[in-house]
């Protein structure tokens, strides 16, 4: 797993959100970015990450953050999540893991000794240049707006 660090610029990069919308890194430029990357919508570590930040968005919307969720759920999926959780952010649909592999938080994981691919918690602070200011690898799901600010 090769994943982007502190002072890395991030590559240029495009997804459909949940409602098909294409939503591109450029669409932030000047704009201090939050990529949050979870293993799998309606979950209950996913949910409480992606329900704290929604409960701190004006607070990280009044310190110039602008807000991404992805994961490799499907369209619908990312859909469904938002909808039953009133998420005020995009939530990108990374079934190819273009996204992922981007951000290298595609890797090996073990899960009561069972080792498998799949997504590793993590959240990216991007400034408004594309370049990574700060990498948060142990996320707490229920306290992670307070972690970023």
């Known amino acids: 797993m090769n994943t ?3 002072g890395d610029k991030v590559p240029a990069f495009s997804a459909k959100d949940e409602n098909g919308n294409d939503i591109k890194l450029s669409d932030y430029k000047g ?3 939050i990529v949050f990357f979870y293993p799998k919508a309606s979950t209950p570590g996913c949910t409480a990450e992606a ?3 929604r409960d701190n968005y004006t607070e990280l919307k009044a310190q110039g953050y602008e807000l991404l969720g992805v994961s490799a759920d499907s ?3 990312q859909l469904n999540f938002k909808n039953k959780y009133q998420f005020p952010f995009p939530l990108l649909a990374d079934e190819d893991h273009t ?11 073990q899960f009561m000794g069972k080792k498998y691919d799949g997504i590793h918690r993590m959240t990216f602070v991007i400034d408004g240049d594309g370049v990574v200011e700060k990498v948060i690898d142990k996320v707490k ?7 970023i600010l």
């Open 75 to 77: 369209q619908k999926r």
């Open 141 to 147: 799901t229920k306290d992670h707006a307070a972690q």
């Open 4 to 6: 982007l660090k502190v």
């Open 31 to 33: 704009k201090k970015l």
């Open 51 to 53: 329900c704290n930040l």
């Open 99 to 109: 996204i992922l592999n981007i951000f290298g938080v595609w890797g090996p994981k």
